[in-house]
């Protein structure tokens, strides 16, 4: 069985690079459209938790282990993903630019791309041919210039770097989670489970998260009913009523990612914010499978370079009252 992390993230390329990339603005707080965001927050009370995981099925070298016991203190969190309505508001407020965009392309999966967008493909990636490098996709165009998200305004918002998510951040006066907040939250209130609902990945054959079926990267049968991206309240909840913890899209979190996380934090509020090349990404992606990539567990961890964008990577969002 192999575990790639490269069906999951794929980091920019720096040698397809354009002169405009560099991405110097600051946005400013807003207020009606902010508030509402936090106004649908979830609020968590905090307190100790078991984190991480000696699972067999889970990757050591990721940093996944071992279990340790840490506290969080009270938080507010988004029940689901930032939507693409969310941000065209931020994008109307402020006028701000992706990364993706100023770039001038952003990694899309293959099977999504049309017959005329793979024709005019350049770059594709040698040891990952289903990322293909494809020029005007970004978070409007989520599939190259022949797409929209008309249609998709309650699905996750994609194409969007690390960058991107903190100006949005600093908009609506929010933060990113971090690993431990995340990983608490996505817990449902359950002890040590493999999944946000329990150990087993269907129960009574139902699916519970939107992930690959099929072989990948060939063939995805789609049996959740979703190739690409899914509503951002699709399926079950989990028991602090967050959706999509699992599946869909991987979300940023606030922390440097290291696979040494759990020795270079406390276990009081963990935060790992030393440099590092990568940001952390937790819950996994409609690209994810048990054969190739199996990171839809709650304690699956992932990182990507701070610029990086694909079409399976967005962000939620938490609070803390002061």
């Not at 009606?32 to 106004?39: G, M, N």
């Not at 129960?203 to 190739?227: M, S, T, V």
Request: charged share 20%; with cysteine; hydrophobic share 30%.
């Amino acid at each position: 069985m192999t575990h790639n992390k490269s069906c999951c993230s794929i980091s920019r390329d720096s040698s397809i690079l354009r002169a405009s990339s560099v991405n110097t603005e600051e946005v400013q707080p807003s207020g009606k459209y902010a508030e509402q965001i936090k106004a649908r927050m979830i609020e968590l009370q905090g307190g100790s938790f078991m984190m991480g995981t000696n699972d067999a099925e889970g990757f050591p070298k990721d940093g996944e282990g071992p279990v340790r016991q840490v506290h969080v203190d009270p938080f507010h969190i988004s029940p689901y993903a930032v939507t693409n309505q969310d941000f065209e508001q931020f994008i109307l407020e402020t006028g701000y630019v992706t990364e993706a965009e100023k770039f001038g392309w952003s990694y899309v999966f293959k099977l999504l791309v049309s017959e005329t967008v793979l024709a005019q493909v350049q770059h594709v990636p040698t040891h990952v041919p289903w990322w293909l490098v494809v020029h005007g996709a970004n978070w409007r165009q989520p599939e190259g210039p022949d797409s929209t998200i008309l249609g998709r305004e309650n699905h996750p918002v994609v194409h969007i770097s690390w960058n991107d998510a903190e100006q949005f951040c600093k908009w609506s006066g929010t933060q990113l989670p971090t690993e431990a907040e995340w990983e608490y939250a996505a817990r449902g209130g359950l002890e040590q489970k493999r999944y946000p609902w329990g150990d087993i990945l269907k129960p009574d054959g139902e699916h519970r998260c939107n992930i690959w079926q099929g072989k990948f990267p060939i063939r995805n049968h789609a049996e959740d009913g979703y190739l690409g991206t899914a509503p951002v309240d699709a399926f079950k909840p989990n028991g602090y009523e967050l959706y999509n913890m699992s599946g869909n899209v991987w979300e940023w979190c606030r922390d440097s990612f290291s696979p040494t996380y759990h020795i270079n934090t406390n276990r009081v509020n963990p935060y790992f914010n030393e440099p590092a090349e990568q940001k952390s990404m937790r819950g996994g992606s409609y690209l994810c499978h048990r054969s190739y990539c199996n990171r839809y567990r709650v304690a699956a961890r992932s990182g990507n370079t701070p610029d990086s964008s694909t079409g399976n990577c967005g962000f939620r969002v938490v609070w803390h009252r002061s």
